[in-house]
């Protein structure tokens, strides 16, 4: 069976982490996550956590 979860970060949503099989896999819907999209972990929380971290980031970056 197949698993999705929204990940939303800080009321930002940035994609779905889908569960087929044995991990969980990322599918971007932000821009600044584009180097995330497809990446394998192995929990829906794994990819929330990195998500975070990519996204504090980029928000460094631009300010």
């Known amino acids: 069976m197949i ?3 929204p990940i939303d970060i800080d009321g930002r949503f ?16 932000d821009p600044v996550l584009d180097d995330l999209h ?6 829906a929380e ?3 956590r990195v998500a975070r971290l990519v996204l504090a980031r980029a928000t460094r970056r631009t300010h």
């Open 46 to 48: 794994e990819v929330a």
């Open 14 to 29: 940035v994609g779905v982490a889908v569960n087929a099989s044995l991990s969980w896999h990322f599918v971007a819907v």
């Open 38 to 43: 497809g990446t394998h972990f192995s929990s």
């Open 3 to 5: 698993e999705s979860r």
